[in-house]
């Protein structure tokens, strides 16, 4: 007798069932509806069979004592029961068990259990466990939650349980993580028909601000987040409403209560180039994904953490009633930490004890208590870090997205999958100067150990194709997805909410004039940076003033993908670009002259960290020193990107490090990415080998781009510096790529 049908494990699409009994979010017992006639015909057979005299023969015999895992019958007033013995008492008379069809624990005598019947053990038990998987394991646990969810449930004799997972092991049980979901009808006019909607359980309880009630993310970031040269307070479990103001570490300045009402958040920065991965925070009811660059991810956990020291303990600065709608403020959520907010307004009949506040660098918007909500701000000078995106493709099936779509799609974008480190991956399918970034989106999807699908699995899923293999959306044109009546659904979730394309700045090159004899061209050049801060800009690619059927110098720099490569740009006679596109990209020589001059004597870098510019040594057959930005750290290594290179090296021996001189800061990256217009006719690995081919057998590695495009990133064909032929045209006549 299986503890988890063959019909659960099989389940993918929702399916109805009721509710047996609640012990916590992560232990609820349920029984699918289809099987309760199953289940009547069942008991039916066992009160057939044991309230015959063929029950004396299933009787335990004197002395013998039920055994814990084990199948018995068990006899309660007025119905038989299937049960699994959990274990007995001290004395040995009393023992507790699970009625497995019933979906309980009761506690009996020896003298109610009798043997099983064989013909009872075929079944599998027609209840099973789930639980709620969007709440932390750590939460939920005391019995006002319980009660809680047993008085939504009360009332609703079946309920829809959308599967988020497969079924893992809890506390010893199989138990299938999901969402529960049902029907309610609202009366939002007295004179209009009640309106249907579906509610989840997941967002009542966090609604209703039980502290104990956490979800998956918060709780892991609180610890995930912690670096060593951060200072990031402890977090109690209890609201902070009556807490007495401690010395902060760090302080906040303080702000004038006039303008404050003025100030707003400074826009997101939009990232300047079409691929890259992000860590998802919140997806709301139009459909739009609010995502954080990942090498961003530093930045934000040390304002987190600056504003956390300054709040953990303070009291209400202002009177409740005070709050203007649309005024910047900081706000603790139900994770008990505090973030930047903007307030929304005060909750109808609530007399301004409760307010609606929108935290600005997730996107989403929530009910707090008016007197967590601070008129005193941190981190001004920071841009809001969540930026919206909606896919490029897709649209629901019907006139918006159902509400258990967009529970579907939150879970699988959401940072805090795979044990919070879920990244997806990212190519932006439109202009990089709209919000919302209209986008494809790869999930993650890693094999369990001893999966058989290895051979044929592939990690990176497509989500606009998982939604319609789902039949939760549709495939459309980006015209449908930009028309107007969808550019009106999601106007409401902006919130006020803009976008800023990333802001430009002087190259820094006097360095490089002072420590090499090139010429670096004209110092007034202007590059794209994607933060003020960076101290290696990355660049605007409309600043270069190329149209299509432009034709430009280059080198190859290296082979990312089989239709993307990474270029020095260079001069060259003839070249159809701009001075300014040149004065950019002459820099390389005296860049990497300046590099092998002066990395050597630079100080090593003792402790690399997540986010550092560092001064690499590849060898000489790697070129040498060359520019690189830590992208993790581990106790084995830590992965760079070799930013003037487009390529990424894991280093064990940090040895090689050097800090990189201020000379060659500021300089912009020397890798050009370049989308080959490709399509791939054989298997990809074979044609990123024979392109590989191709390209390096080029002497020097002297060639040009047919600029067909230059729109946010490079599109064009690689050709021969002589008669514009392109190099790989013999991979199109062997029918192994066709050329766009």
Known sequence: MSSVSATTVAMTGPLQAEILQITSPH???????????????LQESLSSVYCS??????SLQPGQYPSSGQSYAVSLPGAWYRGLVLHPDQDMTRFKVRLVDAGRVVEVSAAELYTLAPQFLAQNSYSFLVHLSQLSQDSGGDQEVVNYMEELVRDQAVVTLHRRAPPKLVDGHWSLPVEISWTEFEDLDPFLPAVRREVFMSQRLLKNNNSSVKTVSFDFELDDTIEEDIDTPEVPNMKMSGCKKSQPKTTAKPVNPTKTTQFKWTNPELPSRRHFYARATHVDDSGQIYM??????????????EINNQFLKSSPDCALDSFSPNQEVMAQYVDNVWYRARFLGYVPDSEYQNSYVLFVDFGNTSTVPTNLVRIMLVGQD???????????NVLSNSLSWAPGTIDFMQDKVMYTQLGGRNQIKVSVESGLDRQPLLVSIMLYSPLDPGDTRSEVFKPWIDLSELLVKKKEARYVGLEQI????????????????GFTVTKRRKVNKEGLERNSTGSVGDSEANVLVSRSSDQIPRLDLTGLQLQPGSVISCRLAAV???????????????????VGTRSIYSCFTSLDRCMQDMCRDMPP???????????????????????AEVVTCEESGCLVSVVDWGIQEWISDTRLFRELPEQCLGVPVQAVALQLPLVALVEEDTVQAL???????????????????????????????????????????????RLL
Not at 292 to 302: E, I, K, N, T, W
Not at 569 to 578: H, I, K, P, R
Request: glycine share 6%.
């Open 27 to 41: 232990c609820i017992s349920v029984r699918l509806s289809d099987a309760k006639d199953v289940f009547c015909l």
């Open 53 to 58: 005299d063929a029950r004396l023969q299933y």
């Open 292 to 305: 954080h660059l990942q090498d961003q991810r530093s930045g934000f956990r040390a304002l987190r953490s």
């Open 382 to 392: 920071k841009p809001i870090y969540a930026f919206r995106a909606v896919l490029h």
């Open 482 to 497: 930009d028309s107007a009546e969808q550019r009106r659904s999601r106007r409401p979730f902006d919130y006020g909410v």
């Open 560 to 578: 990312d993908t089989w239709d993307r490569v990474y270029l020095h740009l260079v001069s060259g006679e003839g070249d159809q670009a701009s």
């Open 605 to 627: 870098v003792i402790r690399p960290r997540e986010g550092l510019t560092v001064a690499l040594w590849r060898g000489k057959d790697g070129k040498g020193w060359c520019r």
């Open 691 to 737: 392109l590989t081919e191709c390209l390096l057998s080029i002497e020097n590695s002297e060639m040009k781009v047919a600029v067909t495009s230059c729109e946010g990133q490079m599109f064009g064909h690689l050709v021969d510096k002589e008669n514009n032929e392109v190099l790989y045209r013999r991979l199109e006549k062997e029918k192994l790529v």
